[in-house]
């Protein structure tokens, strides 16, 4: 089944300790992004990747990093987490990026996290 | 650079009415738009595209939407809801520049 897999689905946590979601496609797909949704604010894109060794901040990159080592996992990682992170985290995969493919994402089911 | 203006927060509707959520966009090139849906404790998930072609969209779960270029444009309508349509509903734009832009959403509430 084709899917993008997040891990964990809720995490609460304490302020400062580094932690990592997952995310994982199965669909070979060249692009992945990562969201953040908050209530009122939509949809913010932390960072976004074209491909392999390819990142990119998006609207709201501060307190996060990425990597993309393999096509197919893109972690977010924050390295001293704080409050104001406390937020429902969405990982996204599409073929690939722009005009010529159609722009449909694919998401994974989300990632609860609090940071007390 | 697009943008995506979601004109309603939150819609009440009775059940079995018809229903319009409103998207309108800015771009000074042409676009692809999008109506996504999220339903309670899920992600989101693609209700419907307009690519290129026909101006009236026709999606999963009886939804449909109207491109207006003139208007800039893309409300999804569906003519009777259900309390299974309960969700958020977001529309978004992509253009030649690689990012997909999305509104602040529309929750929808059906009312028995």
């Known amino acids: 089944e084709a899917q993008v897999t997040q891990n964990p689905r809720y995490l609460i946590t304490v302020t400062g300790k580094k932690l990592t979601v997952t995310c994982s496609q199965n669909m070979n797909h060249e692009y992945m992004s990562w969201y953040r949704q908050d209530p009122g604010l939509g949809l913010r894109q932390i960072y976004y990747s074209m491909n392999v060794e390819v990142t990119d901040k998006g609207d709201v990159p501060e307190g996060y990093k990425v990597s993309r080592k393999e096509k197919r996992n893109f972690p977010l990682i924050l390295e001293s987490p704080s409050p104001n992170q406390t937020s429902l985290y969405f990982c996204?995969?599409?073929?690939?990026?722009?005009?010529?493919?159609?722009?449909?994402?694919?998401f994974g089911e989300g990632s609860r996290l609090t940071v007390l | 650079a697009q943008s995506v203006t979601q004109l309603d927060s939150q819609v009440p509707v009775f059940e079995e009415a018809p229903v319009e959520l409103r998207c309108n966009y800015s771009?000074?090139?042409?676009?692809?738009l999008f109506w996504y849906v999220q339903y309670p404790n899920q992600g989101l998930q693609l209700l419907l595209k307009y690519l290129s072609g026909s101006t009236l969209v026709k999606g999963i779960n009886g939804f449909e939407a109207e491109f207006n270029k003139s208007q800039t444009s893309f409300h999804l309508r569906k003519p009777s809801v259900h309390i299974s349509d309960t969700a958020e509903y977001f529309c978004a734009v992509t253009a030649n520049d690689d990012k997909i832009i999305f509104g602040k959403g529309t929750r929808l509430h059906i009312l028995p």
């Open positions: 771009s000074s090139v042409s676009v692809y």
């Open positions: 996204a995969s599409s073929l690939s990026a722009g005009y010529s493919n159609t722009g449909e994402l694919f």
